[in-house]
């Protein structure tokens, strides 16, 4: 349930046909009627609860003067891309010849049955629908997408079977590199650090050293001098008393930490709140109810094919 208010739209400086049907449909549906809504991507069955201040407004029309190509030019540009596209039988024939022909290949990874879209283009069902049919090394036809101003023609170099992928895919090897070269840095950085007692004693061994200011177990604290949220820190620094140095560096996402606790304290004005802290329940509910869903649609070996219908 949530209160649907005019000032969520009217500021708007554009509005799709999805969400003007959506808003209508709020604003005109009875109460207490059902509605099924027929979106682009899918259907929403929406149900109007309560009304309150209506009020009259004055909606203002606004000509609009489309810019169109021309035939000609639709021709020329459809002749140009064909012409590439007749010349490209392989990935590197295309890749060498683009910029000839001033294009250029772009390319787009992990694309999965849950996307509505190529390369961020609408209206690529068709491409879409043979990208998933295709075998590796195949090259699609010629296609007209978006608002009919977009050729496009895909290729597809590569397929990855269902489930983990193994540690010697290119993308999972960079991701284990940076995670081992960070895990090398930190025994280094810990080996350099233990023992030592004191701020001094590890500026002398090349820290650096800033003061960083509430850190709590609500978010992950951000540290200034890294760029990076750490929340090993906060664990850490609640279990050290006021005035101790840690007794331990910890290893963060970016960086290894030693320090000392200068002062601890409740915010002010903090009151315990039960209606708060019910909402709060609530949406730690929601968060675990939806991984639980996530959980049965895996289980279940649910195929999203959606792509094929939006």
Request: hydrophobic fraction near 40%.
């Amino acid at each position: 349930k949530i209160w649907f208010t005019g000032q969520q739209y009217e500021q708007a400086t554009t509005m799709n046909e999805d969400n003007r049907q959506f808003i209508n449909a709020i604003m005109n549906g009875a109460v207490n009627n059902i509605q099924n809504l027929a979106l682009s991507q899918g259907n929403v069955i929406l149900q109007v609860l309560d009304k309150k201040a209506m009020k009259t407004k004055t909606t203002a029309a606004i000509i609009k003067k489309t810019i169109d190509f021309s035939k000609d030019t639709r021709s020329a540009a459809f002749n140009k891309f064909s012409e590439y596209v007749a010349g490209g039988r392989t990935l590197a024939d295309l890749e060498k010849n683009a910029a000839k022909f001033g294009y250029k290949v772009q390319e787009n990874k992990n694309i999965t049955t849950a996307e509505h879209y190529l390369a961020g283009i609408h209206g690529t069902r068709e491409a879409l629908k043979w990208l998933f049919e295709a075998k590796e090394g195949d090259i699609s036809q010629l296609y007209e997408c978006g608002d009919n101003d977009h050729f496009m023609v895909v290729v597809l170099t590569k397929i990855h079977p269902q489930g983990y992928r193994p540690w010697d895919d290119a993308e999972v090897k960079d991701i284990l590199k940076r995670e081992v070269i960070k895990d090398k840095k930190a025994e280094m950085f810990i080996a350099k650090l233990k023992g030592i007692g004191s701020i001094a004693a590890a500026q002398s061994k090349g820290a650096k050293i800033s003061e960083v200011k509430q850190i709590t177990f609500a978010s992950p604290v951000f540290v200034q001098a890294t760029g990076a949220a750490e929340p090993a820190l906060s664990g850490a620094v609640a279990a050290t008393a006021i005035g101790k140095f840690s007794k331990n560096p910890v290893k963060g996402n970016a960086g290894v930490y030693v320090f000392q606790v200068v002062n601890k304290a409740m915010r002010t004005g903090v009151q315990y709140n039960e209606a708060k802290q019910m909402q709060m329940c609530m949406q730690q509910n929601m968060q675990a109810a939806s991984g639980f869903m996530q959980d049965l649609v895996l289980n279940a070996k649910v195929v999203d094919n959606r792509y094929l219908f939006f």
